[in-house]
Protein backbone atom coordinates (compact mmCIF):
# COMPACT_ATOMS: atom_id res chain seq x y z
CA UNK A 1 0.00 0.00 0.00
CA UNK A 2 1.48 3.37 -0.98
CA UNK A 3 1.68 6.57 1.16
CA UNK A 4 -1.05 8.21 -1.31
CA UNK A 5 -3.36 4.96 0.13
CA UNK A 6 -2.80 5.06 3.21
CA UNK A 7 -3.52 8.65 4.20
CA UNK A 8 -7.14 8.17 1.96
CA UNK A 9 -7.49 5.16 3.94
CA UNK A 10 -6.91 7.15 7.49
CA UNK A 11 -8.80 10.37 6.06
CA UNK A 12 -11.97 7.79 4.96
CA UNK A 13 -11.54 5.90 9.03
CA UNK A 14 -11.68 9.21 10.17
CA UNK A 15 -15.05 10.07 7.99
CA UNK A 16 -16.77 6.82 9.28
CA UNK A 17 -16.05 7.64 13.33
CA UNK A 18 -17.36 11.40 12.86
CA UNK A 19 -20.52 10.37 10.92
CA UNK A 20 -20.67 7.52 13.84
CA UNK A 21 -20.05 9.94 16.84
CA UNK A 22 -22.81 12.50 15.21
CA UNK A 23 -25.22 9.92 14.83
CA UNK A 24 -24.94 8.53 18.60
CA UNK A 25 -24.20 11.73 20.32
CA UNK A 26 -27.66 13.54 18.01
CA UNK A 27 -30.56 11.68 20.21
CA UNK A 28 -28.37 12.41 23.30
CA UNK A 29 -28.37 16.36 22.95
CA UNK A 30 -31.89 15.92 21.94
CA UNK A 31 -32.69 14.52 25.00
CA UNK A 32 -30.56 16.66 27.07
CA UNK A 33 -32.02 19.55 25.23
CA UNK A 34 -35.25 18.33 26.00
CA UNK A 35 -34.55 18.09 29.28
CA UNK A 36 -33.44 21.46 29.98
CA UNK A 37 -36.54 23.01 28.05
CA UNK A 38 -38.46 20.73 30.78
CA UNK A 39 -37.32 22.39 33.63
CA UNK A 40 -36.90 25.73 32.29
CA UNK A 41 -40.65 25.74 31.41
CA UNK A 42 -41.52 24.52 34.55
CA UNK A 43 -39.72 26.78 36.82
CA UNK A 44 -40.78 30.28 34.84
CA UNK A 45 -43.79 29.51 32.16
CA UNK A 46 -45.10 27.09 34.16
CA UNK A 47 -45.78 28.90 37.32
CA UNK A 48 -45.97 32.68 35.70
CA UNK A 49 -49.00 31.86 33.44
CA UNK A 50 -50.79 29.04 35.16
CA UNK A 51 -49.98 26.98 32.16
CA UNK A 52 -49.35 22.53 32.19
CA UNK A 53 -46.22 21.72 32.56
CA UNK A 54 -43.88 19.98 29.75
CA UNK A 55 -43.14 16.14 29.81
CA UNK A 56 -40.15 14.90 28.51
CA UNK A 57 -40.99 13.95 24.97
CA UNK A 58 -43.44 16.92 24.88
CA UNK A 59 -40.30 18.93 25.40
CA UNK A 60 -38.06 17.21 23.24
CA UNK A 61 -40.58 17.58 20.29
CA UNK A 62 -41.24 21.11 20.91
CA UNK A 63 -37.05 21.35 21.24
CA UNK A 64 -37.12 19.55 18.05
CA UNK A 65 -39.31 22.29 16.30
CA UNK A 66 -37.83 25.65 17.49
CA UNK A 67 -34.74 23.78 16.23
CA UNK A 68 -36.28 23.37 13.31
CA UNK A 69 -37.74 26.78 12.94
CA UNK A 70 -34.41 28.75 14.05
CA UNK A 71 -31.54 27.04 12.44
CA UNK A 72 -29.18 28.60 10.24
CA UNK A 73 -26.94 26.91 8.12
CA UNK A 74 -23.22 28.09 7.49
CA UNK A 75 -22.97 28.44 4.04
CA UNK A 76 -19.59 30.56 3.53
CA UNK A 77 -18.33 29.21 0.28
CA UNK A 78 -15.82 28.25 1.61
CA UNK A 79 -13.90 24.68 0.74
CA UNK A 80 -12.77 23.35 3.99
CA UNK A 81 -9.77 20.75 4.88
CA UNK A 82 -11.27 17.58 6.90
CA UNK A 83 -9.22 18.61 9.83
CA UNK A 84 -11.28 21.77 10.05
CA UNK A 85 -14.67 20.05 9.34
CA UNK A 86 -13.48 17.68 12.04
CA UNK A 87 -12.80 20.69 14.78
CA UNK A 88 -15.87 22.41 13.66
CA UNK A 89 -18.27 19.31 13.94
CA UNK A 90 -16.53 19.12 17.61
CA UNK A 91 -17.32 22.41 18.87
CA UNK A 92 -20.87 21.97 17.62
CA UNK A 93 -20.84 18.73 19.70
CA UNK A 94 -19.31 20.51 22.67
CA UNK A 95 -22.02 23.70 22.28
CA UNK A 96 -24.70 21.12 22.11
CA UNK A 97 -24.00 19.88 25.43
CA UNK A 98 -22.77 22.52 27.13
CA UNK A 99 -25.57 25.23 26.05
CA UNK A 100 -28.46 23.28 27.84
CA UNK A 101 -26.25 22.40 31.05
CA UNK A 102 -25.51 26.35 31.60
CA UNK A 103 -29.21 27.56 30.45
CA UNK A 104 -30.22 24.54 33.65
CA UNK A 105 -27.93 26.46 35.83
CA UNK A 106 -28.39 30.29 35.46
CA UNK A 107 -32.05 29.26 35.37
CA UNK A 108 -32.24 27.34 38.73
CA UNK A 109 -30.05 30.45 39.97
CA UNK A 110 -32.84 32.75 39.04
CA UNK A 111 -35.46 30.34 40.43
CA UNK A 112 -33.86 31.16 43.56
CA UNK A 113 -34.38 34.55 44.24
CA UNK A 114 -38.26 33.82 42.70
Known sequence: MTEKDEK???ELL??????VSAV???PISYVINGYALMKLWQWFIATTFKVQTLSLVQAIGLGMIISFLTYK???DG???ELEESKKALMAQCVWAFMKPVAALIVGYAVKLFM
Open 14 to 19: GCLVTV
Open 8 to 10: TAT
Open 24 to 26: ILM
Open 73 to 75: PNF
Open 78 to 80: KKT
